[in-house]
């Protein structure tokens, strides 16, 4: 019996669909092709789709499309639906909820679940201090705050980000990005006073931990200085860049230099967060303890809501009135966030993440020992990359990596890529999927691999 048997998210899922991989069409099917028409007809251009279906149930391991095609989901909407989609627990919790109020504005009259989450967040974020947290609609937002509350708390100005890191798509979060296109390109001005450090990225620089460290502090003393710097902000893994898990000694030197230098070290947990990577937390993998940390993705089942959770001095430094926003910590997301909480704690989610990172360990440094052109394989949990190559030059190979997840979506396998050189293969499954499902998607990407030249 594996973790996954005893897991309420059953592995039906939410709306009870058949575990399957089922195409009855090709991808894209009829139905799917008119929606995409009329998508291009009425939405923005500069908003994409990864896999061009027209989706209509989910829930367990699998994505159903209009047209009946059941296609397995490896990327659980961005590292959201980690519980699994349309969880019933999380369902039953929004019914309730939305049938008694959906709105007050929490500035204006407060709720029981904007403060239960509020406790459950500085109960389960790491370190045993005090804490106060702040919720918001989205990661870029919780970020934007984290980096308010830190500026007001230090009455420093400048902020630290790294080499590829990802941290949204609003006009501060951007100048935090490292990554151009399609990020920031064109969007400018950005932000002011942000700066960038180099990352420890083992795979690539050949430093320790403590070498890469010493490399990024000397950078951000000579460029920034101490007396300047309010916050260091960074993913302990970093998600868009490309899953990139900084060599042993990276982050505890970084901390303590912030601790050392009076500079708020935030942690951005917003695709790390919540048993993804096998702990609750990624800085919990490392032993960390940061000064804020941001969450959104994995908090509420797949509703919008985000957070910011850190000391209680440095969380109360703002002025009354200085932080909120009209939906931040609707009570619907709240909700929704309470039940999924509950399962991260209850439910056997962080076995269940450990049993995934096996699985895909396992079976992606098979591929990397048949297949020169698999590079890398890293991460922890329910987020593992494999890095793809020139097996000659070492260089990133994008259209590789393209060429291999398009081929996968037409198999009916959704695969996400990221990575600043488009070339890491990312999987973040639901914790829902079977462990058959699973090996039946890394089944679909071996042959697609095989299959690309
Ligand atoms: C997704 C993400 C964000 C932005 O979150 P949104 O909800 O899309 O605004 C910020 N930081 C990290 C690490 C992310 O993965």
Not at 105 to 110: E, Q, R, V, Y
Not at 193 to 204: G, I, N, Q, T
Not at 375 to 381: A, F, I, K, L, N
Not at 393 to 400: K, R
């Amino acid at each position: 019996m594996t973790a996954a048997d005893t897991l309420t998210t059953t592995p039906l899922g939410g709306p009870g669909l058949p575990q399957e991989r089922r195409l009855v069409t090709s991808i894209p099917g009829p139905r799917s092709q008119e929606l995409l028409a009329r998508k291009a007809d009425a939405v923005a251009a500069g908003v994409g789709h990864t896999a061009p279906v027209e989706a209509v149930a989910a829930g367990g391991g699998v994505i159903v499309d209009a047209d009946g095609n059941s296609l397995i989901d490896l990327g659980s909407g961005i590292a959201v639906t980690t519980v699994g989609n349309a969880h019933p627990k999380v369902v039953a919790a929004v019914q309730e909820q939305v049938a008694q109020f959906t709105h007050t504005c929490f500035m204006i009259a407060p709720y029981d679940s904007y403060v239960s989450v509020a406790e459950a967040l500085n109960r389960i974020t790491p370190g045993d201090h005090a804490k106060k947290s702040a919720l918001f609609n989205s990661g870029a937002e919780a970020v934007e705050n984290a980096i308010k509350i830190a500026r007001k708390y230090t009455k420093k100005q400048a902020v630290v980000a790294f080499d590829h890191g990802y941290h949204g798509r609003t006009n501060l979060t951007m100048a935090l990005t490292a990554k151009a296109m399609p990020y920031k390109s064109g969007f400018g001005p950005f932000a002011s006073e942000v700066y960038r450090a180099p990352l420890s990225y083992p795979y690539r620089d050949g430093l320790t931990g403590p070498e890469a460290a010493k490399k990024a502090i000397s950078v951000i003393e000579k460029q920034v200085g101490a007396d300047n710097l309010a916050a260091v902000i960074i993913e302990p893994i970093q998600g868009e860049g490309g899953f990139i898990v900084p060599a042993e000694g990276f982050l505890p030197a970084i901390v303590e230099w912030c601790r050392a230098n009076g500079v708020v070290f935030i942690a951005d947990e917003i695709q790390t967060g919540f048993a993804r990577t096998g702990e609750m937390f990624a800085s919990d993998v490392f032993g960390i303890v940061p000064d804020l940390i941001t969450t959104a993705k994995g908090i509420a089942g797949g509703l919008p809501l985000a957070a910011v959770t850190g000391r209680a001095e440095i969380m109360d430094a703002s002025h009354a009135g200085g932080l909120g926003g009209t939906y931040g910590g609707n009570p619907i997301a709240c909700a929704a966030a309470l039940a999924t909480i509950d399962l991260f704690e209850n439910d056997g989610m962080l076995e269940r993440a450990r049993e995934v990172e096996t699985i895909l360990k396992g079976r992606l440094t098979a591929l990397q020992a048949a297949d020169p052109r698999v590079g890398d394989v890293r991460g922890h949990g329910a987020m593992i990359a494999a890095e793809f190559v020139d097996p000659v030059t070492g260089e990133p190979d994008a259209a590789l990596a393209a060429a291999v997840a398009k081929a996968c979506i037409a198999e009916g396998v959704i695969v996400l890529t990221c990575g600043t050189y488009g070339n890491v293969f990312r999987f973040l499954p639901p914790l829902s999927i079977t462990d058959d499902l699973l090996h039946e998607g890394l089944d679909v990407v071996a042959a697609a691999l095989a299959a690309a030249s």
